[in-house]
Protein backbone atom coordinates (compact mmCIF):
# COMPACT_ATOMS: atom_id res chain seq x y z
CA UNK A 1 0.00 0.00 0.00
CA UNK A 2 1.16 3.32 -0.16
CA UNK A 3 3.23 4.73 2.63
CA UNK A 4 5.90 7.88 3.44
CA UNK A 5 8.99 7.06 5.29
CA UNK A 6 10.69 9.72 6.93
CA UNK A 7 14.31 10.26 8.64
CA UNK A 8 14.21 9.01 12.64
CA UNK A 9 14.21 12.34 14.66
CA UNK A 10 15.04 14.82 16.93
CA UNK A 11 17.45 16.63 14.30
CA UNK A 12 19.24 19.02 16.51
CA UNK A 13 21.26 22.28 14.45
CA UNK A 14 22.41 25.84 15.33
CA UNK A 15 21.41 28.70 13.87
CA UNK A 16 22.33 29.08 10.47
CA UNK A 17 23.38 25.94 9.49
CA UNK A 18 21.90 23.46 6.56
CA UNK A 19 18.87 21.36 6.64
CA UNK A 20 18.12 17.96 5.28
CA UNK A 21 15.04 15.98 6.13
CA UNK A 22 14.67 13.18 4.16
CA UNK A 23 11.76 11.15 2.87
CA UNK A 24 10.87 8.66 1.02
CA UNK A 25 7.14 7.23 -0.51
CA UNK A 26 5.65 4.43 -2.03
CA UNK A 27 2.81 4.75 -3.98
CA UNK A 28 1.58 3.44 -7.47
CA UNK A 29 1.32 5.48 -10.21
CA UNK A 30 1.58 9.58 -9.68
CA UNK A 31 0.64 10.72 -5.85
CA UNK A 32 1.32 14.22 -4.97
CA UNK A 33 3.41 15.08 -2.15
CA UNK A 34 3.44 17.24 0.51
CA UNK A 35 5.19 18.74 3.63
CA UNK A 36 3.48 20.21 6.79
CA UNK A 37 4.74 21.73 10.09
CA UNK A 38 3.22 21.36 13.33
CA UNK A 39 4.37 24.43 15.52
CA UNK A 40 4.14 23.86 19.09
CA UNK A 41 0.68 23.59 20.23
CA UNK A 42 -0.70 24.16 16.83
CA UNK A 43 -2.28 22.16 14.33
CA UNK A 44 -0.75 21.44 10.98
CA UNK A 45 0.13 24.17 8.43
CA UNK A 46 0.88 23.31 4.60
CA UNK A 47 4.59 24.37 4.34
CA UNK A 48 4.82 23.08 0.14
CA UNK A 49 3.64 20.78 -2.44
CA UNK A 50 4.67 19.22 -5.33
CA UNK A 51 2.54 17.82 -7.82
CA UNK A 52 4.50 15.91 -10.51
CA UNK A 53 8.36 14.45 -10.74
CA UNK A 54 10.67 16.69 -11.14
CA UNK A 55 8.39 19.76 -9.40
CA UNK A 56 9.64 21.76 -7.24
CA UNK A 57 7.90 23.19 -3.94
CA UNK A 58 9.28 25.87 -2.02
CA UNK A 59 7.91 28.29 0.99
CA UNK A 60 10.03 30.58 3.71
CA UNK A 61 13.21 29.30 2.80
CA UNK A 62 12.45 26.05 2.31
CA UNK A 63 12.35 23.32 -0.84
CA UNK A 64 11.80 20.03 -1.71
CA UNK A 65 11.93 18.60 -5.61
CA UNK A 66 9.96 16.04 -6.53
CA UNK A 67 12.11 12.90 -7.30
CA UNK A 68 10.40 10.34 -9.26
CA UNK A 69 13.50 8.21 -10.16
CA UNK A 70 14.42 7.68 -6.41
CA UNK A 71 10.74 8.45 -5.17
CA UNK A 72 11.76 11.27 -2.63
CA UNK A 73 10.77 14.47 -1.66
CA UNK A 74 13.50 15.21 0.82
CA UNK A 75 13.03 18.78 2.49
CA UNK A 76 15.95 21.10 2.38
CA UNK A 77 16.58 25.16 3.61
CA UNK A 78 20.19 26.77 3.69
CA UNK A 79 20.03 28.44 6.74
CA UNK A 80 17.52 27.50 9.96
CA UNK A 81 16.40 29.88 12.39
CA UNK A 82 15.26 29.54 15.76
CA UNK A 83 12.22 29.94 14.75
CA UNK A 84 11.89 27.01 12.27
CA UNK A 85 11.88 24.29 15.99
CA UNK A 86 8.85 22.40 14.87
CA UNK A 87 8.08 18.91 13.62
CA UNK A 88 7.81 18.16 10.09
CA UNK A 89 5.83 15.71 8.55
CA UNK A 90 5.99 14.16 4.90
CA UNK A 91 2.77 13.24 2.76
CA UNK A 92 1.76 11.99 -0.15
CA UNK A 93 -1.95 11.49 -1.58
CA UNK A 94 -2.23 9.24 -4.76
CA UNK A 95 -5.26 10.36 -7.32
CA UNK A 96 -7.48 12.91 -6.01
CA UNK A 97 -8.42 11.45 -2.88
CA UNK A 98 -7.68 13.90 -0.41
CA UNK A 99 -9.57 11.41 2.18
CA UNK A 100 -6.64 9.31 2.11
CA UNK A 101 -3.55 11.82 2.82
CA UNK A 102 -0.58 9.12 3.97
CA UNK A 103 1.57 11.10 6.96
CA UNK A 104 4.62 10.05 7.81
CA UNK A 105 5.94 9.62 11.38
CA UNK A 106 7.38 13.30 11.60
CA UNK A 107 10.89 14.67 12.37
CA UNK A 108 11.32 17.02 15.14
CA UNK A 109 13.83 19.82 14.36
CA UNK A 110 15.23 21.60 17.35
CA UNK A 111 17.08 24.84 15.99
CA UNK A 112 19.64 26.77 18.89
CA UNK A 113 20.96 29.89 18.75
CA UNK B 1 -11.34 34.38 10.80
CA UNK B 2 -11.90 31.39 13.07
CA UNK B 3 -11.19 28.76 10.38
CA UNK B 4 -11.02 25.29 12.00
CA UNK B 5 -12.11 25.06 16.02
CA UNK B 6 -12.01 22.07 18.15
CA UNK B 7 -13.08 21.78 21.83
CA UNK B 8 -12.25 21.17 24.49
CA UNK B 9 -8.35 21.58 23.93
CA UNK B 10 -7.85 18.61 26.97
CA UNK B 11 -10.06 16.09 28.59
CA UNK B 12 -9.74 13.23 30.58
CA UNK B 13 -11.79 10.04 30.25
CA UNK B 14 -12.23 6.68 32.21
CA UNK B 15 -12.67 3.48 30.66
CA UNK B 16 -16.25 3.09 29.33
CA UNK B 17 -16.98 6.75 29.16
CA UNK B 18 -18.35 8.24 26.21
CA UNK B 19 -17.62 11.81 24.74
CA UNK B 20 -17.65 14.11 21.72
CA UNK B 21 -15.53 15.98 20.15
CA UNK B 22 -16.63 18.97 18.57
CA UNK B 23 -14.94 20.46 15.62
CA UNK B 24 -16.63 22.94 13.29
CA UNK B 25 -15.41 25.57 10.76
CA UNK B 26 -16.27 28.91 9.15
CA UNK B 27 -14.98 28.68 5.90
CA UNK B 28 -17.65 27.04 3.87
CA UNK B 29 -15.66 24.11 3.06
CA UNK B 30 -17.21 20.94 1.58
CA UNK B 31 -14.34 18.16 3.04
CA UNK B 32 -14.07 17.68 6.54
CA UNK B 33 -11.62 14.67 8.04
CA UNK B 34 -10.55 13.15 11.80
CA UNK B 35 -7.07 12.62 12.28
CA UNK B 36 -5.30 11.27 15.24
CA UNK B 37 -1.46 11.56 16.30
CA UNK B 38 0.60 9.07 18.59
CA UNK B 39 3.90 9.12 18.89
CA UNK B 40 5.79 8.01 16.29
CA UNK B 41 3.02 7.13 14.55
CA UNK B 42 2.09 10.42 12.65
CA UNK B 43 -1.23 11.37 11.88
CA UNK B 44 -3.74 7.88 11.37
CA UNK B 45 -6.96 9.12 9.29
CA UNK B 46 -10.07 8.13 11.35
CA UNK B 47 -13.09 8.85 9.53
CA UNK B 48 -13.72 11.63 6.54
CA UNK B 49 -16.83 13.16 4.71
CA UNK B 50 -16.77 14.95 1.47
CA UNK B 51 -20.01 16.67 2.67
CA UNK B 52 -23.52 16.74 4.89
CA UNK B 53 -25.06 13.82 5.09
CA UNK B 54 -21.77 12.24 3.85
CA UNK B 55 -19.16 9.87 5.77
CA UNK B 56 -16.99 7.33 5.42
CA UNK B 57 -14.38 5.26 7.10
CA UNK B 58 -10.20 6.14 7.01
CA UNK B 59 -7.80 4.03 8.39
CA UNK B 60 -8.70 3.51 11.83
CA UNK B 61 -11.78 3.66 12.70
CA UNK B 62 -13.12 1.58 14.63
CA UNK B 63 -14.30 2.60 18.23
CA UNK B 64 -15.21 6.19 16.80
CA UNK B 65 -18.46 7.26 14.84
CA UNK B 66 -18.95 10.82 13.34
CA UNK B 67 -22.05 12.32 11.38
CA UNK B 68 -22.50 15.48 8.86
CA UNK B 69 -25.42 16.91 9.26
CA UNK B 70 -24.24 20.40 8.57
CA UNK B 71 -21.42 21.99 6.52
CA UNK B 72 -19.61 23.42 9.24
CA UNK B 73 -19.61 20.88 11.74
CA UNK B 74 -18.62 17.21 12.10
CA UNK B 75 -18.42 16.22 15.61
CA UNK B 76 -16.15 12.78 17.03
CA UNK B 77 -17.91 10.60 18.71
CA UNK B 78 -16.59 8.13 21.35
CA UNK B 79 -19.10 5.36 22.44
CA UNK B 80 -16.95 3.66 25.22
CA UNK B 81 -13.84 4.82 25.73
CA UNK B 82 -10.43 2.42 25.75
CA UNK B 83 -6.88 3.37 26.86
CA UNK B 84 -5.85 2.62 23.84
CA UNK B 85 -7.97 5.61 22.35
CA UNK B 86 -5.53 8.10 24.50
CA UNK B 87 -4.06 10.12 21.32
CA UNK B 88 -4.29 14.12 19.86
CA UNK B 89 -6.83 14.49 18.18
CA UNK B 90 -6.83 16.38 15.01
CA UNK B 91 -9.73 18.01 12.36
CA UNK B 92 -8.91 19.33 8.93
CA UNK B 93 -11.34 20.77 6.72
CA UNK B 94 -10.77 21.70 2.95
CA UNK B 95 -12.67 23.29 0.10
CA UNK B 96 -13.09 19.92 -1.67
CA UNK B 97 -11.75 16.55 -1.43
CA UNK B 98 -9.55 15.75 -3.85
CA UNK B 99 -8.43 19.34 -5.32
CA UNK B 100 -4.96 19.37 -4.86
CA UNK B 101 -4.43 23.10 -4.74
CA UNK B 102 -7.22 23.29 -1.76
CA UNK B 103 -4.62 22.46 1.37
CA UNK B 104 -5.71 21.07 4.55
CA UNK B 105 -6.51 23.59 7.31
CA UNK B 106 -5.97 22.13 10.63
CA UNK B 107 -7.58 22.81 14.16
CA UNK B 108 -5.10 22.92 17.05
CA UNK B 109 -6.22 19.62 18.42
CA UNK B 110 -7.78 18.15 21.16
CA UNK B 111 -5.71 16.15 23.83
CA UNK B 112 -7.41 13.42 25.33
CA UNK B 113 -6.56 10.76 27.90
CA UNK B 114 -8.45 7.69 28.97
CA UNK B 115 -7.16 6.61 32.53
Known amino acids: GDSVTQMEGPVTLSEEAFLTINCTYTATGYPSLFWYVQYPGEGLQLLLK?????DKGSNKGFEATYRKETTSFHLEKGSVQVSDSAVYFCALVRGSTLGRLYFGRGTQLTVWP | NAGVTQTPKFQVLKTGQSMTLQCAQDMNHEYMSWYRQDPGMGLRLIHYSVGAGITDQGEVPNGYNVSRSTTEDFPLRLLSAAPSQTSVYFC??????????????FGNGTRLTVT
Open chain 2, 92 to 105: ASSYVQGQINSPLH
Open chain 1, 50 to 54: ATKAD
